[in-house]
Antibody, heavy 117, light 111 residues
């Protein structure tokens, strides 16, 4: 079965850190760009970051630059998001997403990140 | 950055009737080297992740019912549900793949 499974979300204090993970199965993970997309409670979708197949290129939305780091381990079929200096506005469901056909064609179920004061 | 604006924010349509959602981008999302519009449509139901419906503005994703269609080019796009079904009640988002921004979403309900 083709799927993406996220983990690592939870409750963290303002200024804290969290590392999200995503394990891919059912497809050749190393052949795809991968992204993280988030959705704040009751809000719309926001692309956060993406990474090229071999990890050589990474892109971030301005609001997370310098705080979040995306990475991948193709041997483990895994995608990661290291989140530092977390703010209240980072509270969201974070989705692991595959990129294909210039779009986001496969989504995980998401992991919830709550940043509290 | 390219800004995506959807209209309306919500609409209520009778079962079996047509639903039309518009999406406007602040810059063209037509990629000249391959003549493809990097514009996609997603459906999101409560408690679920988004689901890809349409890509390249008008190509239906595998398994998506043919009552869903996309049209438009450049900066103006439309998602049409030709005959609304109960299972189509959801939020719908457009998205451009240059800077990967999404529209604010349109809620579709049954009248």
């Amino acid at each position: 079965e083709v799927q993406l499974v996220e983990s690592g979300g939870g409750l963290v204090q303002l200024g804290g850190s969290l590392r999200l993970s995503c394990v891919a199965s059912g497809f050749t993970f190393s052949g795809y760009w991968m992204s993280w997309v988030r959705q704040a409670p009751g809000k719309g979708l926001e692309w956060v970051a993406n990474i090229k197949q071999d990890g050589s290129e990474k892109n971030y939305v301005d609001s997370v630059k310098g705080r979040f780091i995306i990475s991948r381990d193709n041997a483990k079929n895994s995608l990661y998001l290291q989140m530092n200096s977390l703010r209240a506005e980072d509270t969201a469901v974070f989705y692991c997403v595959r990129e294909e056909k210039n779009t986001f064609d496969m989504w995980g179920q998401g992991t919830v990140v709550t940043v509290s004061s | 950055d390219i800004v995506m604006t959807q209209s309306p924010d919500s609409l209520a349509v009778s079962l079996g009737e047509r639903a039309t959602i518009n999406c406007k981008s602040s810059q063209s999302v037509l990629y000249s080297s391959n003549n493809k519009n990097y514009l996609a449509w997603y459906q999101q139901k409560p408690g679920q992740p988004p689901k890809l419906l349409i890509y390249w503005a008008s190509t239906r994703e595998s398994g998506v019912p043919d009552r869903f269609s996309g049209s438009g080019s450049g900066t103006d796009f439309t998602l049409t549900i030709s005959s609304l079904q109960p299972e189509d009640v959801a939020l719908y988002y457009c998205q451009q793949h240059f800077s990967k921004g999404f529209g604010q979403g349109t809620r579709v309900e049954i009248k």
